[in-house]
């Protein structure tokens, strides 16, 4: 690749263990790749190693887009910003009460950590009723009281969250008036202006966590921008919000929460421009890292977008974002036998540090990359002594309390491995009424590619798809993404006693505000477009259905229609006679950004003309086999492989098991038929 030139786009993303970087040149397709380990607590600096080891002229790089663990590790780990919490007289603990769930089922004990502590949640006079209509005027002496105190406290951030402000704000538009003139930046965040929706647990825990996260955010991508600029980079830096767009650094902190699930948004991204050109629309995306495993299921070449997302037990974020589902499966995952002799496989992971045994780096517990190296699909080569050592503990750990030898210790780790991930992947398919076998299974990450043919026969998928570069998907999914705006306003109506007028102006002023806010963007688009839906359930139900919705202007019967056919296809049951409820009106305008070429993320001067294997090595299916082992990169376009075999390459391992046929598509992504 030349060096640096203008219209290049970057795309970086960065992980728990690496920070990958891709940067694409759209005129001529050429790709530069860096992987470089991500660094903590800083990750500025990893982000700024990638483009130096890419050797990277930023000056001549028209974009950057960024993807981001900050706000979700920070949420996860509680190493948030000191935040403090104004509300209504009486609902202080709506935070901890939440929904009356429990951490764990069983048991009399459980442990829950709220965003913001009970002494920084601070109550004052007021109250409006579900209509908006005022019960209790606003105190607001108190609230400049209570704003007083916060700081008192050390409070960095304020959230602003009344009862019912969805129907009439007015009462926290005018806190937040008297709240700026005292608090000393603008880390004030408004429950209503953030998510103008009922239920005020969730509404109260999102804007909880995005004034939390507000500062982090701020300070990190402030100091990445000077920095990248300081390097000559001269344009927009843009961030991944988790719905699978992006938004620019100088407003990403405004909505911080937004960029939770970030990484695993940008890489279902990526799989929706991989499947499109490779003509698979449905797909289920399996992306397994080092630490989790995350999950999604893509239907005609759209990414699923929920407003009901989950984080962790008692942490509901409620602004869209790609439905992701997470497990505890990744290479680090830790194996044991536990105080009833069952083998367990994760949720602990070893990490990066000390890391699985087989890494030699102090790691005395195995795992699952431990497993994969003693039944042969991993180099042992590439490992020297600490191999062994891998094999011992594998021997010691697992295979003596269950009288089994190595390799079937080493085998029932990754089938109960393979089990737990196969439940994610049904929870997001079969759990949802849709058959896995009309799917392609999209693996990625740098350990997907390991289990993909065994996952896709243990679910009944007939393909895997394995994009070219399985781990830096992440990172093309910045590089591939759109511009997106999202918009949901609570109405709350049975859908018969709804005004469709009303209806109709909400969904026409979303839509104006998503067109501005993508038309003042500074970056080439080649269209924008806009799709409407709306939340809907049965009255007196609480769970909700997202309805698609044809235009801005659909009529009563559109509604119920869609409606009916939403709860058929989940459930398969018709009931006519009862009311239908209209609870959220939802808007998405997206600016598509032009295609780019993706086949040339294996440099097509490397491809020989037929597949040569690189060596030929003993692999452990239910047995031992002999099983080429290919070099990736020198693969032609024309593959016709049969299993057993591996593939290695820069980012991944491919295990091909015996009875799987692959071939290869025009942009060098693998398509496994997996066979029975």
């Known amino acids: 690749m030349p060096r640096a030139a203008p219209g290049l786009v970057a795309g970086v993303d960065v992980g728990g263990t690496f920070t990958d970087l891709v940067i694409l040149d759209p005129a001529s397709g050429a790709v530069r790749l860096a992987k470089v380990p991500t660094t903590l607590p800083n990750q500025a600096e990893g982000v700024l190693a990638a483009f130096e080891a890419a050797e990277a002229d930023l000056a001549g790089i028209d974009l950057i887009v960024h993807g981001t663990t900050t706000t979700t590790n920070a949420v996860l780990e509680r190493q948030l910003a000191r935040t403090g919490m104004i509300t209504t007289q009486g609902f202080r603990d709506v935070l901890e009460l939440g929904r009356r769930t429990r951490p764990q089922a069983y048991g009399m004990h459980g442990h829950f950590t709220p965003v913001i502590p009970r002494d920084l949640r601070l109550e004052v006079p007021e109250r409006m009723d579900a209509r908006g209509q005022i019960l209790t005027p606003l105190d607001e002496a108190a609230v400049e009281a209570a704003v007083r105190q916060l700081l008192a406290a050390g409070c960095e951030s304020l959230v602003i969250h009344f009862l019912h402000a969805y129907a009439n704000p007015a009462h926290e538009l005018r806190a937040g008036a008297l709240a700026k003139a005292l608090w000393p930046n603008g880390h004030i965040t408004l429950g209503h202006a953030l998510l103008s929706e009922s239920r005020e647990y969730e509404r109260g825990v999102t804007a909880a966590v995005n004034a939390s996260v507000q500062p982090l955010l701020e300070r990190y991508v402030a100091r990445l921008a000077d920095q990248l600029a300081a390097k000559g980079y001269q344009r927009d830096l843009l961030v991944m919000n988790g719905n699978g767009g992006m938004v620019t650094a100088r407003d990403v902190g405004r909505e911080a929460v937004k960029t939770v699930m970030s990484g695993p948004a940008s890489g279902v991204m990526a799989a929706v421009a991989t499947g499109r050109r490779a003509g698979m629309t449905n797909l289920l995306t399996y992306d397994m890292g080092g630490t989790s495993t995350d999950v999604a299921m893509i239907r005609g070449g759209v990414a699923p977008v929920s407003n009901e997302i989950e984080v962790e037990y008692a942490m509901p974020i409620h602004v869209p974002m790609v439905d992701v589902r997470t497990v505890g499966a990744g290479g680090g995952s830790i194996a044991r036998i536990d105080a009833g002799g069952m083998l367990r496989v994760g949720p602990e992971s070893a990490g990066s540090v000390p890391g699985p045994v087989c890494y030699g780096l102090g790691g005395t517990r195995v795992t699952i990359s431990d497993a994969n190296l003693i039944l042969g699909r991993l180099p042992a080569s590439r490992f020297g002594q600490a191999a062994s050592a891998a094999r011992q503990a594998m021997a010691d ?280």
């Not at 009862?578 to 295609?595: K, Q, W």
């Not at 239910?622 to 016709?640: F, I, K, N, T």
């Open 397 to 676: 750990q697992i295979g003596a309390p269950l009288g089994l030898g190595v390799e079937a210790a080493a085998a029932a780790v990754i089938r109960i491995a393979n089990t737990h991930m196969a439940g994610a992947i049904r929870m997001v398919s079969i759990s949802l009424g849709a058959d896995p076998r009309d799917f392609a299974l999209f693996a990625f990450g740098g350990a997907g590619p390991l289990h993909a043919v065994a996952l896709a026969r243990e679910l009944g998928v007939p393909r895997v798809l394995i994009p070219a570069r399985p781990g830096i998907t992440n990172a093309l999914g910045c590089v591939v993404a759109d511009l997106r705006h999202d918009f949901v306003r609570t109405l709350n109506r049975p859908l018969d006693a709804a005004d469709m007028a009303e209806v109709h102006a909400i969904l026409a002023a979303q839509e104006a505000e998503g067109r501005r806010l993508v038309g003042a963007e500074k970056i080439t688009l080649r269209a924008t477009r806009t799709t409407f839906s709306a939340d809907m359930q049965f009255v007196g139900q609480t769970h909700l259905l997202r309805v698609p919705v044809v235009s801005a202007n659909p009529s009563r019967a559109d509604l119920q229609a869609g409606f009916e056919a939403a709860y058929h296809a989940r459930f398969r049951v018709n009931l006519p006679t009862i009311r239908a409820n209209l609870v959220n009106l939802n808007c998405s305008v997206i600016g598509e950004r032009p295609a780019f070429d993706l086949s040339r993320l294996i440099d097509p001067a490397g491809r020989k003309p037929t597949a040569v294997p690189t060596e030929t090595r003993k692999v452990w299916f239910d047995g031992w086999h002999d099983a080429p082992v290919y070099w990736r990169d020198h693969l032609p376009l024309d593959l016709d492989l049969h299993g057993p075999a591996i593939i290695e390459q820069m980012d991944t391992t491919i295990v091909i098991d015996p009875g799987a046929r692959v071939t290869s598509d025009a942009d060098g992504n693998l398509i496994v038929e997996a066979g029975a």
